[in-house]
């Protein structure tokens, strides 16, 4: 076994779940979960020459995960821009959405610097210094876009409900 597939097959071993939580509440779904994972290891497998070792290995996988299942998000919302425009009535009606679609949807608009802020510092289980760490910003940075990306939520909300 050579140094690459022992470094990855202990990351794997120590992160995978870790990874999967990252990847599901970005994606929503399992399906784009395990697609995510699969893209950023398969990433940082092709990249692991260009790793500098600035960081941990694990925190350079888990950004390109981040990374990947934003990829696939934008994707996904492409794809349903395509159906949209060709189906005669909308793909989801917004009245038919629930709350928690809703936070969803909104939470996806978010520029992409809060919209990471809000799934690793609040969605995800990691501790308020290992998502700083994840991001590659301070806590305090990191509690700055958490509370800036509410204020976002925040406006959102008040401007569907006047509409």
């Given at each position: 076994m050579d140094d690459r597939?022992?470094?990855f097959n202990h990351l794997i071993?120590?992160?995978l779940p870790m990874l999967r939580s990252v990847a599901y509440r970005i994606t929503g779904n399992a399906a784009d979960t395990d697609e995510a994972i699969q893209l950023a290891l398969l990433s940082a497998w092709r990249k692991f020459d260009s790793?500098?070792?600035n960081?941990?290995?694990s925190s350079w996988v888990y950004r390109i995960t981040v990374n990947a299942g934003y990829d696939i998000l934008r994707a996904r919302e492409r794809e349903s821009r395509k159906l949209a425009a060709y189906a005669a009535t909308p793909v989801v009606p917004?009245?038919?959405s629930s709350d928690v679609e809703r936070?969803?949807?909104a939470i996806a608009e978010?520029?992409?610097l809060y919209r990471e802020a809000i799934v690793l510092g609040v969605l995800s289980d990691l501790d308020g210094r290992t998502a700083a760490e994840q991001l590659g910003c301070s806590p305090n940075t990191l509690y700055q876009r958490i509370h800036k990306a509410k204020q976002l939520l925040r406006q959102t909300y008040r401007?569907?409900?006047y509409e």
């Open positions: 597939e022992a470094v071993d120590e992160h790793f500098r070792g960081a941990k290995m917004e009245n038919d936070l969803e949807a978010l520029p992409e401007e569907v409900q």
